[in-house]
């Protein structure tokens, strides 16, 4: 089993739908939570950390549930530009950081 | 600020060559950590070190050698390059609790 497993995706949806990824980790011990984006032949870049009271950057929404080993990603009134792929990422106590495989996401006109 | 530089962009090496991909970062960031990205497997990591002197591995490191002797450079050795290492190379720098800050990324050929 990966240590971090996101839902496999494409996702493809309409501009100004509202769309949700999901995320789950397997190491209970893991302190520290995270959503980034990768365009394309891109570096992976930090969209946001992910806090256990959730929070909220503009479209963005970000929850955790440390009970069910659980990440959520919400975007709102997506645009096209979000159209990426959004890698779930999870540091654990002893420093490293794991990624999941990431969902790709597709905004149509 | 230059943030986290790879050098070479693009490198195509013969089965059984060595090179050294290298990283350097200007933000004083004490972790670094080089990960490996192929279609479908995600990022995986090679090694990290949390500080000078400090290394280890992560979940892929045979083949590889790092080392860590200043706070900016933090250089990947390939040993004696195969075929399966082909693949983009990324090093990536955080400090404390923040999420890793990447560098453009090594594309690496083995042929």
């Known amino acids: 089993r990966k240590e971090v497993e996101q839902d496999p995706g494409p996702f493809n949806v309409p501009e100004g739908a509202t769309v949700a990824f999901n995320c789950t980790y397997s190491?209970?011990?893991?302190?520290?939570f995270f959503w980034y984006r990768q365009d394309c032949r891109k570096e992976p870049k930090l969209l946001m950390s992910?806090?256990?009271s959730g929070n909220e950057d503009g479209r963005f929404t970000a929850q955790l549930n440390r009970a069910s080993q659980y990440i959520s990603l919400l975007i709102r009134d997506s645009k096209l530009s979000d159209s990426a792929t959004y890698l779930c990422?999870?540091?654990?106590?002893?420093?490293?950081?794991?990624f999941g495989a990431g969902t790709r996401l597709t905004v149509k006109p | 600020n230059a943030g986290v530089t790879q050098t070479p962009k693009f490198q195509v090496l013969k089965t059984g060559q060595s090179m050294t991909l290298q990283c350097a970062q200007d933000?004083?960031?004490?972790?670094m950590s080089w990960y490996r990205q192929d279609p479908g497997m995600g990022l995986r990591l090679i090694h990290y070190?949390?500080?000078?002197?400090?290394?280890d591995q992560g979940e892929v490191p045979n083949g590889y050698n790092v080392s860590r002797s200043t706070t900016e450079d933090f250089p990947l050795r390939l040993l004696s390059a195969a075929p399966s290492q082909t693949s983009v190379y990324f090093c990536?720098?955080?400090?404390?609790?923040?999420?890793?800050?990447f560098g453009s990324g090594t594309r690496l050929t083995v042929v």
């Open positions: 190491n209970s011990a893991s302190q520290s």
């Open positions: 933000m004083n960031h004490e972790y």
């Open positions: 990536a720098s955080r400090s404390g609790a923040r999420g890793y800050t």
């Open positions: 990422v999870v540091d654990n106590n002893n420093n490293d950081m794991r």
């Open positions: 992910v806090y256990s």
């Open positions: 070190s949390v500080g000078a002197g400090i290394t």
